[in-house]
Structure formats: C-alpha cells, structure tokens
C-alpha cells in the first residue's frame, strides 16, 4: 500500500541545542495523530538516537518531519540526512555493541527494534541517510 | 577631477559627526537611559575619525579591503556592547545607517554643482556604508546568541541540586535532557557531596527526564559506577513505564544497577539498607485506649 505524505516540515540539525527543539517537534506530531504513550516515548527515544549520531559522525544535517499514512493507518516518518563520512559497513553498524565512539553501540541497531520500519542508505565519503516510521498503532 | 570623497569626509569630518549627533539625538528611538550622551558621542566620534582616516579613493568600493579592519573593530565593538547593554537591533542598526544619512549630506553642500559626480560618489558610499551595516548585525547577533549560551549554562548548573534527604542519603533530582555536559555536573556535585556528607546511599531520581536513550543511559551507567568507586551505591529512581519498555526495546542491561519506579520506594529501599525503620507513633492507640 502507498504511504502518502500528509504535512513536512524540515528542521536543521547543526548543534547539540538543536536536538531539544526538535525532539518536542516529533512529540507535538504524535501527539497529533494521537500515538499512545508507549509508541511516542518509543519514537523520540529513537529520534533521539539518531539525531545524536547524525551530531557526533555526521557533523549535523537536516531532518524531514513527516505525518504519513497508509490505508487506515496514521504514523510519523522522519528521514535524517547527514553529509558525514558515511558508513563502510552497515551490517557491521547493525551489530548490538558495536561503535566507533566510545557508546554503548545500541544506537543504531536499538532504534530498528523501537520503530515500524527502518531504512539505512550510507555511502562512504558523501553521508548517511536514514529513514524511519513509527505507526500509531505499530 | 572634481572633489573625492575621502578629501571630503576629511575636510569636513568636525560637520559629519555634528550632523550624525544631531540625528541621532534628535531620533525618538534614543535609549538615553542606556547609554549616556557623553558616551554616545565618544563611540561616534571615534567610529567617524577611524573612517575618516581609512577611506581613500582606492578602498571605497572594497568593502573587504584591510584598510577598513579598524574600522570594522570599532563597529563590532559597539555593537557588541549594545547587545549586552540590552538595545534592540533596530536601534543599533540605526546608529550606523545615521552615519551614512550625515556623510551624504555632506557630499550634497559638498558637490551640489556636479551631480553626476554626486550621484556616482554617494552610490559608493552608500555600498560602502551598507556593508558596514550588515556587519552590524551580525556581531549583534553573536552577542545576543553568546547571552543565550551562557543563559544555557547557568540553567544546567542551577538544575542539578543534590539534597541530603537523609543522614548517609543523598538525592538528586534530575530535570531535562542528560547530556554530556550536564552529567559532569551532575557527576561532580554528587561526588563531591558524597564526601562531604560522607552518605552511603545516593538516588538518582530521573522522573524529569523526557527520553532515555542509549547516551543517556551510558551516563548513568558512568555514574553509577563512579558513586561505587567511592564506595556508595546508587539507586535509580523515577522509571516510568514507557521508559521502561523503551530501554528493554533498545536493549540497554541496567540489570546491575538497582532501579526503583519511585523516589517513594527507592527510598524506602535505602532505609531497609541502612535498617532503619519508619513506623507510625503509638501515641494515638494509647489515646484510644
């Protein structure tokens, strides 16, 4: 089924106090298509994550802020785009306990788990890509 | 070759400033309660000698030029303070664009008999003096903006308080984001309370922290393991039940650590520890009796 785009806002990501404003962002969203508790504290925890690493590895970048639906079902979809080094081997980034800083190496592999669906695009040398989306009821 | 403007911004510099003066403190926006005649006229006539002394036929059309750092100097100098001293861009902004409205109309009584030199010459000045105008703002707007960062660390350094809810029990509430910066004052106030009040037992009560993500969830897990090597134990408090599926989903182990749902229970916790013991006085049954 397609999912068809409903609202878009795009935020720039540049500094670590941008991550607060844009985290409220996401919550006013789920809130909006009336994502319980348990899925929104889900979604930012995962936006959160992610946002994180786009900071630390990518040097910042832009994040699209998007209501979708599909069918009967509403979500919120955000696609994180950084012009950072990239990554060389995804399915290695995928491991649980795997980083290059000094973290936990929950980040990526975590936010798979906490989402609907998970898309990771990365070329090394030109950025990272990477789209999420967390249905209401998903 | 008719008059060039740098001879006559020379010649006539002593008029530029008293018109300039005259405009800015004829001007309804003049903020004299902040910054006093006698210093409004030292800025200006400061900023008006510099220029004077900088400008030549070559360098007006190069705003850029080196010539002109000087210059620029006093003008991001002023407008830093003024975005201290709390004026509005727009008042700042004026104070340079007055420049330009003297400067032209001294080019006016200047070169009345030649316009097309007048025209020529006032659109460099006025190209000249536009640039300096939008470095104006941008140093104000780094001045507000460092206001703002240092507001941020005040507010990290007043929103982490440790209290000593009991004798050998420390608490500290946490509100708002854990990040790096944050849980190394966070860190460092505990520690350094734990050896002044040489408590045994610290809560760490995160109910005010809106997400717990893998970074955040390392810096307790730091913290955690710095109060152990001090030699007290730390008990995590505040977990509510989104959070608590969320980190199980993310597939953080906080399964060393002792976590409460409540400051109530990791409280309670801390007293069983310590063995003490809270009961209610037996004074009411003796009344009933």
Redesign the interface.
Known sequence: MMVISLSKDVMRIIKDQDVVPFRNRVKEKATKIKMGLVNQTKLITAASELVRNMLKYGNGGEIVIEVVSRGRENGVRLTFKDKGPGIADISLAMKDGYSTGKSLGLGLPGTKRLVSEFDLKSEVGKGTTVMIIKWANG | MSLSISKILQKRKSSVLEKWIQNQLSDEGLRDDLISNDELRASSEELVDILATNLNDTNIEDANSEDFEPVLEIIAGISLTRARQGFSPRETGLFVMGLKDAILSVLQEEMQEDPTSLFRESMKMIKLMDNFSIITFETFIKGREEVILRQ?DEIAEISTPVIRVWDGILALPIIG?L?SARTQVVMENLLQEIVQTGSSLAILDISGV??????V??HIIKTVSATRLMGAECIISGIR???A??VV????DLSTIITKATLASALKYAFSILKLEVRKTQKEKTTLL
Request: aromatic content about 0%.
């Open positions: 941020t984001t990040d809106p997400a717990v993500d893998s970074l969830a390392q039940p989104e959070i599926q969320t989903h993310l597939g953080i």
